[in-house]
């Protein structure tokens, strides 16, 4: 799932601003959230649209995002759920700057919030709240030392477990997270035992939401949903596939990318 074949499907634009870098301009949710990213550096896509269609917030929910990005994820929810307060933290802090100019492009600056700052490090903005009632994360997904560094900086930091691990990733967003309210991952499908390793005996009612990328071809990504300090069984669920077999999305996923509907968690 290439997120730059997903910046053309939804349409973009390259543009230069005297004295600022490359940005380019993508329109999600059929275009209902205007996003500014990176022209050089790591694009959300996909992953980030169906990270938000599984967080379940209602209006007046408090949510939160780790590894926010240039805000595609967290505008998403906004988006989708008109009254919801969302707040980001991305590390790196000329994401942060992105991030708070695309709310205010997309009108959000009033319940849409971003800070800079590490998980393992939080800033006071994040550790002093009340405990979010749903938390989403797209973590990196190589862990260090086991793939090949990217020579650019800000993909290194997006794609590859730097400043923490997987565990520490999901340790902070359960460390924010109120009781029993919902935490929603999107990751690789092969590190999906990670994932419920760190999650074991710290929340249940897990259900796992694999993404084929076509019939009969092997998950790449999942996005998982759980509730802290909830004892239930796992679900697996059928998941969905993402593309027929001339590389067009399917009525389902296009359901999903326009903001049509949640993911059936």
Sequence with gaps: MDDRAVATEIG???????????VRENYLLAGNVRLLQPANGFRSGLDAVFLAAAVPAEAGDRVHEAGSGAGAGALCVAA?????????????PQLTTLAKTNAGLNGFSDRVHFYSGDITAPPQEITSADPYDHIMMNPPYQERGKARASPVRAKHLSRMEENGTL?????????????HGSI?????????????????????????????????????????R???????????????????????????????????GPLPL
């Design 12 to 22: 973009t634009s390259a543009r230069q601003e005297e004295g600022a870098p490359e």
């Design 80 to 92: 989708r759920t008109n009254g919801a307060q969302v707040t980001g933290l991305e590390i790196q």
């Design 184 to 224: 929603s991952i999107v990751h690789r499908a092969d590190r999906l035992d990670d994932l419920l390793a760190c999650l074991r005996n710290r929340a249940g009612e897990i259900a796992v939401f694999p993404l084929w990328p076509g019939e009969g071809k092997a998950a790449k990504r999942v996005v998982l």
């Design 167 to 179: 565990e520490d990733w999901i340790g902070y967003g359960l460390g924010v997270l109120k009781p």
């Design 226 to 260: 759980a509730r802290k300090g909830v004892r239930s069984r796992l679900r697996m669920l059928p998941g969905m596939v993402l593309h027929r077999p001339d590389g067009s999305y399917t009525e389902a996923a296009q359901q999903v990318l326009r903001g049509l």
